[in-house]
Structure formats: C-alpha cells, structure tokens
C-alpha cells in the first residue's frame, strides 16, 4: 500500500507564495511502479481540478490556471512532490490533494487527505 501527506496549506494574501509538499511512503514494490505524480484542487461545487503532474519520466503538465504561476517537482531522495504556487489569487482557494497512480493491469490511485489553501483578497 502507499501513504501520501500533504502539508504546507494555510492562508495567504492575493499575490503572495506557498508551498505544497506531499510525502509519499509504503510498499517499495508499489513505489517502484509509479505512473505519475498529480495536484488536484477542490473547491464546492466544482470538480476536482488538476492543478498540475509530473510522469514517472519526467514529463510535466499544467492545468490552465497553474501555468506560468505553479511549479512542480519531486524529490527521489525524499519521496517527496512539491508544489511552488506564486502569484496567488482568491480563485486559486481551496483543498489540494496530492495523487499518484500505480500502474498494471488495473492501475490504482491513492490520494492524501487534502490541505486547505485559501487566498485572500
């Protein structure tokens, strides 16, 4: 099995920073067969938004709203994803999940439990 934690939300004013960081642990046979590595955001009423992900090659993808203002990256070393969010605004608020999927036959998805980011006007 695989465990994700998110950390870092908080409360921020419009244009302002914060980072998002998603500590993955669990099986090894499991970590070895990950596909990629995604940023959700949910906010009432809408659907899970991707936010951002980045493929187990590297390949890298953002959601419209994210690009040129959200950074993606993850750390083997520390089996770590971060998300850099700069330039805030009051629409980028709400609950971030970090996933990832487990490829195979039937490929899995795991999720955190969300940490809550608001913005400020």
């Known amino acids: 099995q695989v465990q994700l934690v998110e950390s870092g939300g908080g409360l921020v004013k419009s244009g302002g920073s914060l980072r998002l960081s998603c500590l993955v642990s669990?099986?090894?046979?499991?970590?070895?067969?990950?596909?990629?590595y995604r940023w959700y955001r949910q906010t009432p009423g809408k659907e899970r938004e991707l936010v951002a992900g980045?493929?187990?090659?590297?390949?890298?993808n953002y959601g419209d709203s994210s690009k040129g203002r959200f950074t993606i990256w993850r750390d083997d070393a520390k089996n770590t994803v971060t998300l850099q969010m700069n330039s805030l605004k009051p629409e980028d608020t709400g609950v971030y999940y970090c996933?990832?999927?487990?490829?195979?036959?039937?490929?899995?998805?795991?999720w955190g439990q969300g940490t809550q980011v608001t913005v400020s006007s």
């Open positions: 669990g099986d090894v046979s499991f970590l070895k067969r990950i596909d990629w």
């Open positions: 980045q493929t187990r090659m590297g390949t890298i």
């Open positions: 996933n990832l999927r487990i490829s195979g036959v039937n490929p899995i998805d795991y």
